[in-house]
């Protein structure tokens, strides 16, 4: 049996980071017949993974992505070639997550402040 391990930092926070998961997920049962089971967690969750030869876990955190996986005999010849293309899809999710990410920057818009208008001068 062949073991992949990935880990990949992030700076989405954990609702961006779930939404990237769920995803990952649903990327996973189409383009690789996998069946995905996603369970929330107050801090952090977990996408378990199966299909013949391989079964796994995606762990998320608000900082962070965590991949482990085991391939079986027949898999694990081609564990480089596999680990290669989950590499290449999570880093695009990871990206495309950040993106999407709303982030102020400095130099950005500003609220425009409204000043208290005195009231008009009484004549007398």
């Known amino acids: 049996m062949a073991d992949i391990h990935i880990e990949r930092q992030h700076g989405m926070g954990l609702a961006q980071a779930r939404k990237t998961a769920f995803k990952w997920a649903e990327q996973a049962e189409e383009k690789f017949d996998m069946k995905c089971t996603y369970q929330e967690g107050s801090t952090m969750d977990e996408v378990s993974f ?46 495309k997550g950040a ?26």
Not at 79 to 85: L, M, P, Q, T
């Open 99 to 124: 993106k999407t990410d709303k982030v102020p920057t400095p130099g950005g818009p500003v609220a425009k402040k409204t000043a208290a208008k005195k009231p008009p001068a009484k004549k007398i």
């Open 50 to 95: 199966k299909r013949s030869g391989v079964t796994g876990t995606l762990t998320v955190s608000k900082d962070a992505f965590e991949l482990q996986a085991k391939l079986g005999f027949l898999l694990g010849a081609f564990k480089d070639r596999i680990e290669g293309e989950i590499v290449k899809n999570l880093d695009a999710l990871i990206a």
